[in-house]
């Protein structure tokens, strides 16, 4: 099955072969037709800064058919990086890889191996879910991949319930831009879910993601010409148990094929509880640093199923939305960078205390990954994967600031 783009109101004159932003004909996502609109319109402004404008063949893997290997950790860089965190409170863990030259990896990391809730840093996994299940039914024509991503639409249905998060909605006919939350009734192709999962977190998102993976792999090629009927009745007449346990085999063996442990990363469930009347938790979910930072390594090889899913991912995460937390620093605006964050947090009784979001007295995560590009004269690459608990505190300040020492560190 191959995807022929005919018909298609275009906005520019010479055709680009590329997204983030002008990636509409590519994908077929709504959202990048209007900022890509917006940025070419020059009475309006489109708030993406510099370092989001990178078109599709600007976004490369740094180290496919590179023969490297994790490297030792260098000790000046983990002095350094250590110093930078002496001030800090100790619920801290961070990974930082420099892969600016291939043959001299630079490695450092401090409590890498502390487990955390990794929150919605977790939805990588569910992408990759997805594209395993995806390339084992459809092989490895990327064309036959993305003709399903592209025109298979899928309604969100009770697992999209519930989420807060917001997400885009583009009348492209009516020229009207707005967000709003997911809804039971809303019909988006997989790369809109996808989208709508990465750009905007949306929680419900993930679970359809998670839930298109499960049909993939039970349906199998039938999965293309498949109602939304036929595809909700797997869900009403499938064992929960079983179910339960092919998410977990889905999701978590594409980890193991990249070497990431079971107690570095793992997903251990739906992001919804309307997902989960269908599909019980089983287990929970854990993120460190190394593991994370494993997974980028990864990626950059192209060792996430294949060379071309693994830029398909990167690409996904590549930030043409408003930044947040690590990625809003400033220092960061003229950068290329493809990130991931979460938080999760909880409360408990306590004298004195006065319930703050993302300042939970439980439990405080907030979590980010990050691959940044510089796109000034150094051209210097790294990765990223930052972790916290920091009890009753908004982290969000020192995640922004510990990104502009991190950076300043790493561009030495």
């Not at 319109?41 to 490369?60: H, N, R, V, Y």
């Not at 009207?176 to 790369?191: P, T, V």
């Not at 085999?249 to 990363?265: K, P």
């Not at 930044?323 to 964050?341: C, E, P, T, W």
Request: with cysteine.
């Amino acid at each position: 099955m191959r995807l022929v783009l005919v018909g298609f109101l275009i906005l520019i004159t010479t055709i680009i072969h590329a997204y983030p932003i002008d990636g509409y004909t590519y994908t077929g996502i709504d959202r990048l037709y209007y900022q890509y609109k917006v940025w070419k319109d020059s009475t309006l402004t489109s708030g993406l800064d510099p370092g989001a404008l990178l078109g599709m063949d600007d976004i490369k893997l740094h180290l496919a058919g590179k023969n490297v290997e994790w490297p030792e950790e260098d000790v000046a860089l983990n002095k350094s990086l250590k110093n930078i965190f002496n001030a800090l409170e100790p619920n801290y863990s961070i990974s930082v890889m420099d892969i600016t030259d291939p043959d001299h990896l630079k490695y450092a990391g401090r409590k890498e191996s502390v487990g955390y809730q990794p929150g919605s840093v977790a939805k990588i996994i569910a992408a990759m879910g997805l594209f395993d299940a995806l390339h084992k039914v459809y092989g490895d024509d990327w064309e036959d991949i993305r003709a399903i991503l592209y025109t298979k639409k899928v309604r969100g249905n009770e697992f999209v319930v519930y989420d807060h998060h917001t997400i885009p909605i583009y009348n492209i006919k009516k020229d009207k831009y707005y967000k709003r939350k997911a809804e039971q009734g809303d019909i988006f192709s997989l790369y809109e879910w996808l989208d709508h999962m990465f750009s905007k977190s949306n929680n419900g998102a993930a679970s359809v993601v998670m839930r298109e993976m499960l049909l993939v792999h039970i349906m199998d090629r039938y999965y293309d010409c498949a109602t939304q009927w036929e595809m909700d009745m797997v869900f009403q007449n499938s064992p929960k148990a079983v179910l339960s346990s092919l998410t977990e085999d889905l999701t978590n063996c594409v980890l193991e094929s990249i070497e990431i442990d079971h107690d570095e990363y793992r997903l251990g469930g739906f992001f919804t509880s309307g997902a989960e009347k269908y599909v019980p938790r089983r287990g929970g979910s854990i993120g460190t640093t190394k593991g994370l930072l494993k997974f980028m390594f990864a990626l950059e090889q192209g060792k996430v199923i294949t060379p071309r899913i693994s830029l398909e991912i990167k690409r996904l995460m590549y930030l043409t939305d408003r930044r947040i937390r690590y990625a809003s620093s400033h220092v960061l605006n003229d950068d290329a960078v493809y990130f991931k964050s979460g938080s999760l947090y909880s409360f408990k009784p306590e004298v004195g205390y006065v319930p703050q979001n993302y300042a939970g007295n439980r439990y405080n995560y907030m979590n980010s990954v990050a691959i940044v590009e510089k796109q000034d004269s150094t051209k210097r690459k790294y990765l990223v994967a930052l972790m916290s608990n920091v009890l009753r505190k908004n982290s969000v300040g020192e995640h922004y600031a510990l990104a502009g020492k991190i950076d300043q560190l790493l561009s030495q």
